[in-house]
């Protein structure tokens, strides 16, 4: 393991997807506001952080690798603030579309006492223009040569679509592996990917029924595999762990090794970002999915849309 952490440095994963600022107001609630029956919430820190697949390349530079963020922002003051946060990591921005006709992503939470009161999103999921299209593919096609793996990073904001993807398998042709995280309103974007990791909600959405139980887990798999002809599924299920189907058959599930649950935002971010780097790194995928998931057990202990450093994965796992 020791080996396989030293060759996660300087590795080249190209990130693709929804670029996203997250974030928080947080302070204490001590009342009830008397105008309507909500909780007043007495502001005490406001903190901002990347998100969506700014996040995933967040986490993949904390574990020593090069991240390559490729995605669309808009020509405003949040698109400016996540330029300003990726130059602070040092970050190649040179990927990134800034289109004046879309607005840029931003979630704001508010937290009080520790629990989250109410999220509200600025956004637009119209998907990006034909031309948008084809300079991702651009992009792609100019690294393409010296990456080690791919993420998908699907926030349903509008970037990933199926005409994007056709294109990025055409340009790769199984010579590199490929990671998806799908929303779960996308998922017929992900088809031939080399692994699709949703959580549970998202998977059952997508099949059309509540997974309640392993029997409905396995069908939701088989469904999974039928419609999206992928090559693996890791499916994400917050404190019962995760479940990696190697194919319909080939099942190992894996316990969760969150120590204390705080927020989960952004766990599935670091469990991509982990795998993706473990197996350009020569990690066999099993042994990848229990990395990422003790780096996710790391994550969720944290406040807020966290990232895990090389640092704090090795104390864990050696």
Known sequence: MKNYLKKFRNKKILVIGDIMLDRYIIGDVYRISPEAPVPIVDVKEKTKTLGGAANVAHNLFTLGARPILCGVIGADIIGGEILRELDKLNLDIGNIIIDPNRPTTIKTRVVGNSHQVVRFDEESRERIEDEDIERIVGFI???????????????????????????????????????????????????????????????????????????????????????????HILITEGKEGMTLFESENRIMTIQTEAKEVFDVSGAGDTVVATICLAVASGMDLKSAVRLANSAAGIVVGKMGTATISIEELRKEVL
């Open 141 to 231: 096609k100019n690294k393409l040569k010296n990456i080690d793996g791919i993420i998908i990073s699907d926030y349903n904001k509008g970037v990933i679509s199926p005409q994007l993807m056709t294109k990025i398998l055409d340009l790769v042709n199984f010579s590199t592996f490929i990671i998806s995280d799908p929303h779960k309103d996308n998922f017929e974007s992900h088809r031939h990917v080399n692994l699709v990791v949703p959580n549970k909600e998202e998977a059952g959405a997508f099949c059309g029924f509540e997974i309640k139980d392993d029997k409905s887990l396995k069908f939701a798999a088989k469904k999974i595999f039928h419609d999206l002809a992928c090559g």
